[in-house]
């Protein structure tokens, strides 16, 4: 039997355009990151679904998601409802397919690499911009002994430790610490958390150097270089400069850009191995907009929308 999924009955094109890069009823002045609501809104709202759940499951992501506001509270429980469910993903997704549902491909890509590294014996996880991104919590087990380092600007970390812990789920192992990567130095913020230099790590920037100004770029794959000792992995993600086009992401940047976060800074695909290599990283492997096409969606058995020019990367440090 076929299971139903919420976007089957999606019809995407009626109405206006009512694409919303927010949390549910979140406030138009909340400091909080509006992205970063979004993302977890969708991690909350796939896990709902029985076949995008049979690829990717988020128990914690509601916990974030319904406490942005009292109207998140109430309308997240109504989406575990298909129509409902598929009313929400039609609104969100209605000018960016998969701005919901990429997340069923984008979680697993990352976690898995992440449980690679941390089988390989590497002890320390750095999260960069980690919003309410909840693979600290997905991967408890697994990081038992492992310190854990998360780093967002202070009303994100605020509200990530309230949410926490009001849930019983503050970890002793894992620092919650606040930054600004366009203002303030990595390395300096985790020498003085108990980060060890001489241990290798894994550094996760999901979703964040898209954010960051090209001096901000430069100044974290910088600190990733000097804190990163001999096997340290780097994970990251970025849109390539080609989106910047006029025409091809225009609404999700007014969004973002009325929410208060500009997407500013892209990479040319073709070149990331010379980037990487240049900033002291050997480029690992890559997903790109056609290998998630062609080699995860049609594993999900639900329809995922792709997000054009986002791609996902693992490199390790190098030591020439
Ligand atoms: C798109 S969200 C991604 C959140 C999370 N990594 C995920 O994928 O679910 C981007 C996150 O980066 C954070 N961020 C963006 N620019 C930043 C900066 N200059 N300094 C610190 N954090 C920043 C935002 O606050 C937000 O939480």
């Known amino acids: 039997m076929v299971e139903e999924t919420s976007s089957k009955s999606c019809d995407r094109t009626k109405g206006t355009l009512v694409m919303a890069v927010r949390g549910i009823g979140q406030a138009d002045d ?11 809104t969708a991690c909350a709202v796939v896990s709902k679904d029985p076949v995008y759940a049979r690829t990717f499951q988020d128990p ?9 506001s009292d109207e998140a509270a109430e309308r ?8 409902a469910r598929a009313a929400f993903i039609e609104e969100t997704e209605r000018d ?20 690679g590294a941390l089988e390989a014996g590497i002890g320390q ?7 309410c991104d909840t693979l600290s919590l997905r991967l408890e087990k697994a990081l038992a002994g492992v310190e854990v380092f998360e780093f967002d600007r202070t009303p994100v970390i605020d509200f990530r430790r309230r949410v926490l812990g009001q849930h019983g789920a503050l970890a002793e192992n894992v620092r919650l610490l606040t930054i600004d990567f366009d203002e303030d130095d990595l390395g300096t913020v985790l020498g003085a958390n108990g980060f060890d230099r001489d241990k290798p790590a894994i550094i996760v920037a999901e979703a964040v150097v898209e954010y960051l100004t090209g001096d901000g770029v430069e100044g974290l794959f910088a600190s990733a270089r000097r804190m990163g000792a001999p096997d340290s992995r780097l994970i990251f993600t970025f849109l390539a400069n080609k989106v910047y086009e006029p025409g091809k992401f225009d609404t999700l940047r007014d969004r973002l850009d009325e929410g208060g976060e500009s997407l500013k800074f892209g990479l040319v695909p073709s070149e ?49």
């Open 30 to 40: 909340s400091p909080i990151s509006k992205s970063a609501m979004l993302l977890v």
């Open 60 to 68: 914690y992501a509601a916990w974030f998601a319904a406490a942005i």
């Open 76 to 83: 997240l429980p109504t989406l575990d409802d298909l129509a």
């Open 96 to 115: 960016l397919d998969g701005l919901v549902t990429h997340v069923v491909y984008r979680k697993p890509w990352i976690t898995d690499r992440v449980r």
């Open 125 to 131: 996880l750095v999260i960069l911009g980690a919003g």
């Open 272 to 320: 990331i191995e010379h980037f990487l290599d240049a900033r002291g990283f050997r480029f690992l492997e890559m997903a790109t907009p056609e290998t998630i096409e062609r080699e995860i969606v049609p594993l999900v058995g639900a329809p995922v929308g792709i997000i054009p020019g986002w791609h996902l990367v693992l490199a390790e440090r190098h030591m020439r």
